[in-house]
């Protein structure tokens, strides 16, 4: 097993009031296998992603649990060691890469910074070589052009190519995706998915796959795991979450899908209930 999340709890203190944002979240990753979290905005899913990468900020505190990496406990080994970590053997694609890439360096400045920082024994030529090499595998248009522009010069789709090279340039064991496709349309959506299903049968990386959209779940998902409200609600496999979902806030999700056809779309879309507490319904972990 590659990652074992267990019994995680992350919380965030504000004066006397303490909000668990994640708690007692378990799940696992096997190599080469993606795993989707799914759920509404504010369900806790980047911030289990952020508490995997140790990247929780003050006033929020990982208070318990295990993230279990490579049969190492991360949360017990030490932010030196977790340094070493972040960016080679797990990287993150942000989700929205504006605010995530340095307006003032060049693109190949960035890349080239992470490859400073985690392979050492290359020299500036090689470093070059390979990336221009991450450029050209996620697919993006004249990679030595692209290497002196700057981001805010790219298009949407061009800097999320930029950030999933960034992420990939070590060749990560682990991909953590914070809903990557969220800022772009539909047509650059489908080709970001598509080099991502590419890279991880290339080069055999787990990815966990952060989204609210289900029909992103339905093409990259092997396991799916559904959050409310800081807790899983729902554990499967991605077949048997379609086929058969068993919890209420499951169904209220997949519900709340547009059908096609005339007639669905002459009727009221269905939502979420807000006034139901779905966390009063037994857990359903398959």
């Keep these: ?36 979290i799914v759920g509404e905005s504010g369900s806790g899913k980047s911030i289990t992603s952020l508490s995997i990468m140790g990247l929780i900020e003050k006033p929020g505190i990982v208070e318990a649990g295990e993230i279990i990496f490579e049969g190492t406990d991360l949360l017990k080994s030490g932010p030196a060691h977790m340094r070493t970590i972040r960016g080679d053997k797990i990287a993150m694609i942000f989700q929205e890469p504006m605010t995530s890439l340095n307006p003032v360096y060049t693109v190949g ?21 390979k990336v221009i090499d991450a450029l050209e595998l996620v697919g993006m248009p004249y990679p030595e052009e692209k290497y002196r522009e700057y981001p805010f010069k790219l298009s949407g789709g061009q800097r999320q ?35 991502m299903r590419k890279l991880q049968k290339e080069k055999g990386t787990s990815i966990l796959f952060i989204t609210h959209d289900l029909g992103v779940v339905a093409q990259m998902a092997d396991e799916v795991v559904v959050m409310y409200r800081g807790h899983i609600v729902e554990k499967a496999s991605a077949k048997e979450l379609f086929k058969d979902p068993r919890h209420p806030y499951t169904k ?23 006034n139901i507490d779905y966390l009063q319904f037994p857990k359903e972990i398959r």
């Design 252 to 274: 209220a999700l997949l519900h709340s899908i547009p059908s096609p056809g005339k007639n669905k779309r002459k009727s009221r879309l269905a939502t979420v209930d807000e």
């Design 109 to 129: 400045y960035q890349l080239d910074e992470v490859l400073r920082l985690h392979q050492s024994h290359l020299n500036k030529k090689e470093r070059y070589a």
């Design 1 to 36: 097993m590659l990652l074992e999340v267990k019994n995680l709890l992350t919380c965030f203190h504000a004066d006397e009031y303490v909000n668990k944002a994640v708690n007692d979240v378990s799940f696992e990753i096997e190599e080469g296998k993606t795993v989707c």
């Design 161 to 195: 190519r930029v950030m999933i090279a960034m992420a990939m340039a070590c060749e990560p064991k682990l991909l953590i995706a914070d809903e990557p496709t969220t800022a772009l349309d539909v047509t650059i959506q489908a080709q970001v998915l598509d080099l």
